[in-house]
């Protein structure tokens, strides 16, 4: 699939685009085709730089079927329960190791108990920063979802 990014000089693509085109249907915008049609190069840029990819970005999103979408919303809700559930065992386990201290966790807005010698809770350790404690494992499991089912 490739490992690098190749560019012509105007434009930025993954060395595996191809890969995408053939085996995943993918659409390539019309100036982007014109373009390499017309018998530029690519090469690998050297040094690496930084693109911008707002292009790619807006034009992909404009063209998200509700298929697309509706499969994204079908893998999250996939995932969710299981990933949560995991998140709770590990607290658990946590609370088990550790115990509970007569404190509360010092977290704004936290109603649990700090664990033993510590300031928050087991939550809070493992790195709740975010409204929803899964959210940074949901989106880890969602990604091997797709790339499981192979979209």
């Not at 085709?33 to 990819?53: I, N």
């Amino acid at each position: 699939m490739g490992s690098w990014d190749l560019t012509d000089g105007t434009w930025v693509w993954p060395q595996g685009l191809s890969h995408y085109v053939e085996a995943h249907s993918v659409v390539l915008p019309e100036e982007f085709m014109s373009h390499v049609l017309s018998g530029h190069v690519p090469m690998k840029p050297d040094p690496p730089h930084t693109y911008d990819f707002d292009y790619w970005t807006s034009w992909s999103s404009a063209r998200r079927t509700p298929a697309f979408a509706d499969s994204l919303r079908a893998a999250a809700l996939a995932v969710q329960e299981p990933i949560t559930a995991l998140f709770v065992e590990k607290i658990s386990a946590m609370e088990r190791e550790h115990g509970l201290s007569g404190n509360q966790c010092v977290w704004r807005d936290c109603s649990r108990k700090a664990l033993t010698e510590r300031l928050v809770c087991a939550e809070h350790l493992l790195g709740k920063a975010s409204p929803s404690p899964a959210e940074p494992a949901l989106r880890t499991g969602l990604r091997e979802y797709l790339r499981t089912r192979g979209s």
